[in-house]
């Protein structure tokens, strides 16, 4: 039992050098962070990228659109012809 705390002791200056790394660095981290982060991250895609549903609306929108330049392109078409 004196051999493992010897070691422990031993070794003690490493093992808190190694944790003072970790917490300085943030290799581990808190649930608390890790909300943190989650929010902020949910916050930049909502400010950078566009709803599905959007997407979805002004696809049909430029849909609409092409079908009206479509029956406008006929229409001269087929009244030049006259």
Do not use: C, W
Request: a negative charge; proline letters at 4%; glycine letters at 2%.
């Amino acid at each position: 039992m004196l051999e493992n705390s010897d070691i422990f002791v031993e070794y003690s200056p490493v093992i808190v050098l190694v944790l003072l790394y970790f917490m300085q660095f943030k290799i581990f981290v808190t649930p608390e962070m890790l909300e943190k982060k989650h929010r902020q991250i949910l916050l930049e895609s909502e400010n950078r990228f566009a709803p599905i549903n959007s997407l979805h609306d002004l696809k049909e929108q430029f849909g609409e659109i092409k079908e009206k330049i479509d029956k406008i392109y006929e229409y001269f078409l087929t009244n030049n012809q006259l």
